[in-house]
């Protein structure tokens, strides 16, 4: 008996020495990039308007990225996306490091990668199956610029089929409720929010630390 207890746990052990940790109850994984390429001289942060005809967030701001795809590391996710997205070429891009990630309130996680596309601005065109067009910002503006900052209430729905009983204090138990900070850029009438917004004011704070 203590024989299979001991290789019991030696299985175990082997098992769990090759996972890696993951967040619990993410049910999606994505990828982006946070572009940085050179115009006349001065570095830009490169973004796209998401095609009108896409189903979720059609006509949104985003970086290039998307969907981490089985057995793909988030890395090169980043990248495939982004020649996708952008049709170029991966010699054309080159990551400089892993960012911060975000995990957001609706069972997704976005993983960041900072690079250079390492080509003409005006010699890209985009897949116009998932952009309707790009653009870019100077650095320089986000170095000088505060977003706006607004304040949006998560709270819990509660749902009839709830097996109240079984928890303490039944329906009048405190569920936690959460606060979800909501970013806005305005560069020249052109607003950036939401999780692009974090994810650029990220990259500014710690190129700034």
Same mark, same amino acid.
């Given at each position: 008996?203590?024989? =299979?207890?001991?290789?019991?746990?030696?299985?175990?052990?082997?098992?769990?020495?090759?996972?890696?940790?993951?967040?619990?109850?993410?049910?999606?994984?994505?990828?982006?990039?946070?572009?940085?390429?050179?115009?006349?001289?001065?570095?830009?942060?490169?973004?796209?308007?998401?095609?009108?005809?896409?189903? =979720?967030?059609?006509?949104?701001?985003?970086?290039?990225?998307?969907?981490?795809?089985?057995?793909?590391?988030?890395? =090169?996710?980043?990248?495939?996306?982004?020649?996708?997205?952008?049709?170029?070429?991966?010699?054309?891009?080159?990551?400089?490091?892993?960012?911060?990630?975000?995990?957001?309130?609706?069972?997704?996680?976005?993983?960041?990668?900072?690079?250079?596309?390492?080509?003409?601005? &005006?010699?890209?065109?985009?897949?116009?199956?998932?952009?309707?067009?790009?653009?870019?910002?100077?650095?320089?503006?986000?170095?000088?610029?505060?977003?706006?900052?607004?304040?949006?209430?998560? =709270?819990?729905?509660?749902?009839?089929?709830?097996?109240?009983?079984?928890?303490?204090?039944?329906?009048?138990?405190?569920?936690?409720?959460?606060?979800?900070?909501?970013? &806005?850029?305005?560069?020249?009438?052109?607003?950036?929010?939401?999780?692009?917004?974090?994810?650029?004011?990220?990259?500014?704070?710690?190129?700034?630390?």
């Amino acid at each position: 008996m203590d024989f =299979n207890a001991d290789f019991d746990l030696m299985k175990i052990r082997a098992i769990l020495q090759k996972k890696s940790s993951m967040p619990l109850d993410v049910k999606n994984r994505f990828s982006v990039m946070v572009p940085l390429i050179k115009r006349k001289g001065e570095i830009h942060l490169l973004y796209e308007k998401r095609a009108l005809t896409l189903r =979720n967030q059609p006509g949104e701001i985003s970086f290039p990225g998307g969907r981490i795809e089985k057995d793909e590391s988030p890395r =090169n996710t980043a990248i495939r996306e982004t020649c996708e997205e952008l049709l170029i070429k991966e010699k054309d891009v080159e990551i400089y490091s892993e960012g911060d990630f975000l995990v957001n309130p609706y069972s997704a996680i976005i993983y960041t990668y900072i690079g250079e596309i390492k080509k003409d601005f &005006f010699e890209i065109s985009p897949s116009k199956d998932e952009v309707e067009k790009i653009f870019t910002v100077p650095l320089k503006f986000f170095m000088d610029t505060e977003p706006k900052s607004y304040k949006l209430d998560l =709270n819990v729905n509660r749902n009839e089929d709830f097996p109240y009983h079984l928890i303490p204090n039944g329906e009048n138990y405190k569920f936690k409720r959460g606060r979800e900070e909501v970013l &806005f850029y305005d560069y020249k009438g052109i607003i950036i929010w939401g999780f692009t917004a974090k994810i650029t004011r990220r990259f500014i704070e710690r190129i700034s630390l």
